[in-house]
């Protein structure tokens, strides 16, 4: 795992978008694994603009992205299928036929799991791995459990991440469950980029890096992958 302390959310925005853009000039047809949440946010503007200057194009890549809520439109304002269109897929040239969501409404979530980890397989696997890191270690939505898991599954979020993302919901109340990929899922990815901000993911950070592998800190498996870099801000870093 690299470890590397930049000056602020731009900076790491400006890294994190570059290193998609350098994946898409080698491999126009790559595979991306993408996140939500706050943290992205920079790092989708950096790809949009790269996009609109004509630096990189998207038409070819085919996107994954890692967690959709259960019992939501996938319509609603607050799905993760509305916030990708929205802060990324609007911006770019991507095909909207080659990006991929789990349905977190789908009858029966196994088979749904099933689907999600053939049509990764079938897109040659993914290249580049986008994440944001939970409050509590989480990534994607794999709480601290006392297991890792694999392919993607149905998860039941815990109060610490209904807190943190119920302030997004104001016309519905927020989702206690979603649709995850797998700890297994997010590994199998050829590079990983995680980035954190701001002195509410210190303690998460902290553990990730210092701890010791352990579900009850999701992200701490990333110690174990060959090609993680994780870009973080001075508060993020402020407990290593
Ligand atoms: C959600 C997402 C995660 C994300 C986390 C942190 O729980 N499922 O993928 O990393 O939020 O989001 P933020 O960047 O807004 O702090």
Sequence with gaps: MRVI???????????????????????????LGLATGATPLPTYAYMADACKTGKVSFKDVSTFNLDEYCDLPKTHKNSYYSFMFENLFSKIDVDPDNVHF??????????????YAAEIEAAGGIDIQFLGIGRNGHIAFNEPSDRFTNDAFKVQLTDST?????????????????????????????????????KSKAEAVRAMVCGE?????????????????????PDAASLL
Excluded at 102 to 115: I, K
Excluded at 176 to 192: E, P
């Design 162 to 198: 209904i807190e943190a993302n119920s302030i997004y919901f104001d016309d519905v109340p927020m989702p206690h469950y979603a649709m995850t990929m797998g700890i297994g899922s997010i590994m199998r990815a050829r590079k990983i980029i995680l980035v954190a901000t701001g």
């Design 5 to 31: 302390t930049l000056d602020c959310a731009a900076d790491i925005g400006r890294a994190a978008g570059e290193a998609f853009v350098q994946t898409v000039l080698r491999k126009p047809n790559a595979v």
């Design 213 to 233: 592998i352990d579900p009850h800190c999701p992200a701490s498996i990333l110690k174990a992958h060959p090609d993680c870099t994780v870009y973080l801000d």
């Design 102 to 115: 789990l349905n977190g409404n789908a009858p029966d979530d196994r088979a749904e799991s099933a689907r």
